[in-house]
């Protein structure tokens, strides 16, 4: 099937669905991805033909050493980077095809990010922070507010609606930044070391929670460096050498 590259028109998850993408197929083929940054006249080499696949409701999480391109991988995953080569297909949508119109509006579409350190609004209510991915839609304010309440009670945080950053500890914060991600309904949620600078409550309510979302078929791509972290997914992969391989009793051993 020919896709159509968006456009201010294009409604991106109609497409999606007219594709059939989302039914049973791999959500994310990625192929030979190559990315290399150069610092000056070096060119340092990140993600060396990486190859990586993940189907709807599967819960990958991706390990490896402090600086092995694990931040890489998921910036390119989620559209906030390009890789230099190889092809890039998420929901069946030739990342490649697009322009960075097509690919930002893809990216509000499909894709839901969770950030370590939350990337929340100081001085703005929990509620209008779960509701800004909205604004780029072109969503009115009072849906857009009636959206992001129903994800804050999809977090428990209904009673924390109107409370800035500043009032929150670090789980809720983190949770709040959950809410953000799934207030647009995205295709994939891209998880970048949820529980990193959290205690061990703030750790299991978190971990509960995205439990929970993979249970109602989310699919989650995470990126953590802890290997009780990454235990609670369906698969684990971890990021040598510029590649992706299969996780090992070794590497667990390890703590990578």
């Known amino acids: 099937m020919d896709l159509i590259t968006p456009t201010a028109e294009t409604d991106i998850s109609e497409d999606i669905d007219r594709a059939g993408a989302l039914d049973g197929a791999a959500i994310v083929d990625a192929r030979g991805?190559?990315?290399?940054?150069?610092?000056?006249?070096?060119?340092?080499?990140?993600?060396?033909?990486?190859?990586l696949r993940v189907r709807r409701g599967e819960w990958v999480a991706c390990t490896g050493r402090s600086g092995?391109?694990?931040?890489?991988?998921?910036?390119?995953?989620?559209?906030l980077d390009s890789a230099d080569a190889g092809s890039y297909?998420?929901?069946?949508?030739?990342?490649?095809?697009?322009?960075?119109?097509?690919?930002?509006?893809?990216r509000n579409e499909l894709i839901g990010f969770v950030f370590q350190l939350h990337n929340l609004l100081p001085r703005t209510t929990a509620l209008e922070n779960v509701a800004t991915p909205l604004v780029y839609r072109g969503v009115g304010r009072r849906e857009r507010l009636r959206r992001a309440a129903a994800a804050l009670e999809r977090v428990g945080l209904s009673d924390r609606a109107d409370h800035d950053p500043a009032e929150l500890s670090?789980?809720?914060?983190?949770?709040?930044?959950?809410?953000?991600?799934?207030?647009?309904?995205?295709?994939i949620l891209l998880v970048d070391e949820p529980t990193g600078n959290l205690d061990l409550t703030a750790t299991a309510e978190v971990l509960g929670l995205l439990e929970e979302l993979h249970g109602d078929d989310r699919t989650?791509?995470?990126?953590?460096?802890?290997?009780d972290v990454a235990e609670h997914a369906?698969?684990?992969?971890?990021?040598?050498?510029?590649?992706?391989?299969?996780a090992t009793a070794a590497d667990v051993a390890?703590?990578?």
Not at 33 to 51: A, F, H, M, N, Q
Not at 89 to 105: E, F, K, N, Q
Not at 234 to 246: E, I, N, S, T
């Open 33 to 51: 991805i190559l990315r290399t940054y150069v610092r000056g006249l070096i060119e340092v080499p990140v993600l060396k033909g990486l190859d």
């Open 89 to 106: 297909r998420i929901a069946d949508y030739d990342v490649s095809d697009l322009d960075d119109h097509g690919r930002a509006r893809l």
């Open 68 to 79: 092995s391109g694990k931040s890489t991988l998921l910036n390119v995953l989620g559209l």
């Open 170 to 187: 670090g789980g809720q914060m983190q949770r709040v930044a959950i809410a953000r991600a799934l207030v647009g309904d995205p295709a």
């Open 220 to 227: 989650i791509v995470m990126i953590t460096h802890e290997e």
């Open 234 to 246: 369906d698969r684990r992969l971890v990021l040598d050498d510029g590649v992706l391989r299969p």
């Open 254 to 256: 390890r703590r990578l």
